[in-house]
């Protein structure tokens, strides 16, 4: 059985920025959702291009002054 090893954000604005960050506060990317729908995949890779680490992330959605700040789960 195949799993994707990807992570859909929704609900976003048509535009926003979302920066992911790990447990400990480490940035790990940074998002530019420019294409007008409600919703962004990320692939889990890393700034640097590396797959990430299971454990507890952290993302920031701004848009038009506002943010938004919750967290994630990687399991594997």
């Known amino acids: 059985r195949y799993f994707p090893k990807d992570l859909e ?31 962004e995949t990320w692939d889990l890779q890393s700034r640097t291009n590396q797959e990430i680490a299971p454990g507890v992330y952290f993302y920031r959605v701004e848009a038009d ?12």
Do not use: W
């Open 9 to 39: 954000f929704r609900n976003l604005p048509a535009q926003c920025t979302i920066d992911i960050y790990s447990l400990a506060g480490d940035h790990i990317k940074s998002i530019q959702h420019t294409n007008g729908t409600s919703y």
């Open 65 to 76: 002054g506002e943010v938004k700040i919750d967290k994630f789960v990687v399991v594997k």
